[in-house]
């Protein structure tokens, strides 16, 4: 009787299933997946945006998330240097706040200079609302309509494009350009956002591209001097690039005057709302097309000279793109691009490309794609992309339906790593 | 009178007629079952002179001492009756007759009591005094006799007896009642009380067998007389042994025993195998050439050996097999075997039943008895279905195992590969470990069942089988028989 129980004790012991294997394994990922925390917003993460710079990110990381649906928010995840998540205390109601329904892309950007990141979005009362901020948010509501601002221009609530830049000196407002504030464009006209001007202060005008005014789908900005010069592509597909005084000559009180391109070309893509000009470096740039409004959700990633905006490369046409980034992870520069409704296997799940950058333009073959290994249907995955400064490195980060997912290491499809261990101890 | 006839049986075996003296004792036997029958008859009437009378005409025609105490039977119940003190030493002379006649008489002890008991009453009526003189009649025929004595009231009524006669001629043969194997039972001729049905054997050397089923009454006379013939053509053998009572085969011991020692029978002439034996001692075996006309003695020495007997008994032992020391002693029981002295393990067997297995130490000339009780086996169900239960559990265990450990395995080939790597919120991760708290879940049920199953396999079940062990001691004790004397087995407890 003894020897049984020993040897079914033996044999249990054997067979017996150690559960706690399974933690470790999910704590040994290379992704972090963080469901939705306890956040008003039924639709968490439509976008998001590092939060962090690089500068503040020496240790950790933080993401910045907007969620939308029946209530606006904005949240952060913090990220330690074990790679785990933290729901930051921080959620602040956007809709509270006077903003309407949030667009899908929706403009949220990141300063280039500081951990500043803005929502720009259709607000209460005929407004504009840029909420910007570093870890709280600040409100500016530009008010639109007849009456708005100073020139009486129509200009509708909606905003079409948005970028940060650094102009030019606003002429009555020395310092005004201390930082990079955003830039907002409704259709042909571009708002400013210059500190210590009120929303009914703020100047207007109309780009030109000679003779008419652009109608505006994508704003971009690059370095010219000490300040930026802008980027614009026009719904017609035209790009042009302005000198950084846009505001010059439309200040208050002024007539508003259409500012003259200093370059312009003809991309193969008329760009729908949500297009993006990247920056690559100081020579270069990116045009991320979309047009969910158009049959098939074409999509379009070309590099452009920043100077003479010539084309460099072919483009990746490939449909569904909704968002973009560029990922730097030292010699190489890869663009991170979004298509949520692309097909795993045979499942609607979404998923990431990955492009290679080079001087030549940009590799049209992907080098990596990133998808859930669960893929589900309606997942969105990739409906928005951004890089996260993380720990002194970037990496990206992807957002699904009510789920983000940060990749603190990555692989090729060559096997060779994209970047390698981001995180302490793993 | 109802039925009371006198049977005479006349054994008239020899065909060459009746010879002159054997006639001449049929004529006296004649005239003492009329006697006899007379005076019981004036005994039951009260008529106690006339039957002792009677009694005293039979023996004066057969000297059967039985007669002489139905003479002293006849007066003790006249003296009784009347407080007579002539009668009461009437009756004590006719018993001490009787007993010198018989001094083997069974009821020896209770008639020498009769006697002192009715030589005291004697004296006691005889030191009475005298009636009283005012009564004015020397004697008064109506007067009531003194009551008897408590002593002799203690004795009761005595009754006559009858008396069943053995005769033979020639005489000296040996009387065998019933079985043969039973021993001698006297030698002719023989008188004494018989009931019921009987067969009598008698035998003589030279002499054919003389063999006659009876119906005794104890209370009438009955008398058996055998003429014997002479076979001149047969042998004789006289077998004895230093035990007596000791089993005979002869020839063919499957027939079983002839008989017991003490025994003499005749026998066809030629050559013969003797086995004698009895329990507790050694088998005896000898090869005779038997010769006609001649007396050929057989004395065994049975060695005597240390055994003991086990007796197997109990309800339902019949269909019971009995092994001793893993070898079958009786097919079914109940058994009563010989063992050698010493432990021996006792298994009984019973299909359907527990076993009963015990070690006893069996000791010599002793007879250990078990009284077995068997329990009927209790159904094992409630163990299969734990088993079934058990591996019900183990398997789906093994397949929730299995399936957990599919989920790692994919996860690390994943996580290995990297492209697309798993996520933290990969559900594989919660499924992976529910299956695999769910498989040891499983285990530590099935583990549980098993343990249940196995003990409900080897637990005991009901009551179990016992046996009630009593050892009582076979003592050698003397016997005294017809011809014979010696040492007897016997059990007393």
Redesign the interface.
Known sequence: ?RA??TA??VL?AL?????T???D???????????KPNVKSSEWGVAIQRGANAADSANAGTLAIIGAGNTNTFSELTYDEGGASHFAPNTIDLSALGVKTIEDPAFFLASPTSSEVALVNEGDAASIVVASGKDTLDILQLFVGNTSLHNTANIVAKPTAATYMRAKEFPTLPGSNANPAPLVAVGTFVLGTIPNLSGNAQPACRLSDGTNAIDIQALGAVAAGATDDVLAWSKDGRLFRYPGDVFNGCDAAATPTAPTATAATKPAFNPGRGSQILTIDATQILLVGQDDDAGGKPGFLQVFTSNTLAPVGNPVTIAGLHSAALLDVGATKYVVAGYPTALVGSTQAGQVLIFKLAASGLDTTQV???????PEDNQTFGRAVTVMPYRGKNVIAVAAAN?I?V?F?????DGTALYDETRQGK | MQSRVLFVVWMAICALGAQPAHAQQADALKKAQASFDQAQLSYLQGKYDEAAQGFIDAYAARAFPQFLYNVGASYHMKGKKASDPEAYQKAVDAYRKYLTEDPQATDKAKVEKAIGVLEAEIARLKAAPPAPANTGSAADPAATPAAPSQEVQQLGDVKVRGLFVIESDPSNATIYMDDKRKGAFATTPWSGTLEGDHKVLIEKRGYTVIEKAISADPTKLFVLSASMSQQSFLGWVEISSNVPGADIFIDDKSVGAVGRTPLSQNIKPGKHTFWISTDGYDEYKQEIDVIANEVTPIKATLKGSPVGKLNITGLGIEDATISVDGKVLCERGPCLKSLQQGEHTVTVTRQGYKPYSRRLVIQAKTETQVRIALSPTPSRSDAIVAYILAAGFGGGGIVLGLQSNKYDDDLKKEIAAGHPPPDSNDPRFTKGKIFAIAADAAYAVAGVTLLTAVYYTFREKGAPSTGLIDVRALALRPEIGPGYAGLGMGVSW
Request: glycine residues 4%; charged residues 20%; hydrophobic residues 45%.
């Open positions: 009787m049984t129980t079914m004790t249990l067979g017996a299933c150690n559960w294997k399974f933690d394994l999910a704590d040994g990922t290379w992704a972090n997946a963080t469901s990596a794609s990133l998808n859930d290994a669960q789920e997912f990749y290491r990555a692989m090729l499809e």
